[in-house]
């Protein structure tokens, strides 16, 4: 099969993906073999690529936000067939046995695998998953369409759970990429007041046009203090000032895997009830 091989880590604008002929992988056990119709770029491949995330396979193949159909299945394999169409994400195995797995936080595991990083991914015709972690794609979703949900769409609405935010509220998003414009349509939909932070006119527009009642540059202050808000952006100097924007006992969470390190600030210029 065809895949983008990352050999080593290197700039992005040197093209260190090579499209080579590799062997088709072999599903055992509880593996399922998937012929790839789509599979998203994330800013996570971009921290892979370049070497912001330490290596932990190399060669790789990177790709995590995969949807295909089914072609083989392994012996132990039970929940999919040969034709289903499924998606695998960035959380490709747990160890099970854990405390985090134990007590449903997988995401925290101490023993887990990921999908285009520690294990190969799916910029390739086909990619390897365990059935456990493969996610079943509904009829008339179109591969395309499904693909960013598989990263951006899950980050996105875990952080908007995390967030706490319900009807009325007031939420910021801070960095409008792929997750920011996943995440204000289902806040939207619980009908959320969502405030946009972006140095880019493109996405203020984006935001704007999803329904976002101000946008704004990354560092200006919001007309009214938020109820939480969402980092998205792997700046860590947006820290400081999503904190600025937050009423006393709000919510900040952060959605990166990697960030660039949070600058010190004054907690005194924070208002804030102890």
């Not at 932990?56 to 929940?79: L, N, T, Y």
């Not at 990921?114 to 009829?139: C, H, K, M, S």
Request: proline share 8%; hydrophobic share 40%.
């Amino acid at each position: 099969m065809k895949g983008c091989v990352l050999r080593a880590p290197a700039p992005v604008e040197t093209n260190p993906l090579e499209l080579t002929e590799v062997p088709t992988p072999e599903p055992i056990g509880d593996q399922l073999l998937i012929r790839v119709q789509a599979c998203g770029v994330c800013r996570t491949d971009l921290h892979v690529v370049e070497g912001e995330l330490p290596p932990r396979k190399s060669p790789v193949i990177p790709g995590h936000q995969v949807v295909g159909a089914v072609e083989r299945a392994g012996p132990d394999s039970r929940r999919f067939q040969p034709g289903d169409r499924v998606g695998v994400a960035w959380l490709h195995r747990t160890d099970g046995a854990c405390e985090y797995c134990a007590s449903g936080r997988e995401n925290l595991c101490d023993a887990p695998d990921f999908t285009g990083y520690t294990v190969d991914g799916g910029y390739a015709e086909y990619v390897i998953a365990p059935d456990a972690f493969v996610y079943a794609i509904p009829e008339g979703f179109a591969s395309l369409h499904a693909a960013p949900l598989l990263c951006a769409g899950i980050i996105g609405f875990r952080c908007l759970r995390l967030s706490g935010v319900s009807r009325g509220a007031r939420l910021g998003l801070s960095g409008f990429g792929a997750a920011a414009h996943v995440a204000i349509q289902v806040a939207r939909y619980w009908g959320v007041d969502v405030y946009a932070f972006s140095r880019d006119p493109r996405h203020a527009r984006l935001a704007s046009d999803l329904g976002a009642v101000w946008t704004g540059d990354s560092f200006d202050g919001p007309p009214q203090k938020l109820d939480a808000v969402i980092v998205f952006a792997p700046a860590g100097e947006l820290v400081p000032a999503a904190l600025k924007t937050l009423k006393k006992g709000g919510v900040a969470v952060l959605g990166g895997i990697h960030m660039s390190p949070i600058p010190e600030f004054d907690t005194a210029s924070f208002t804030m009830s102890v």
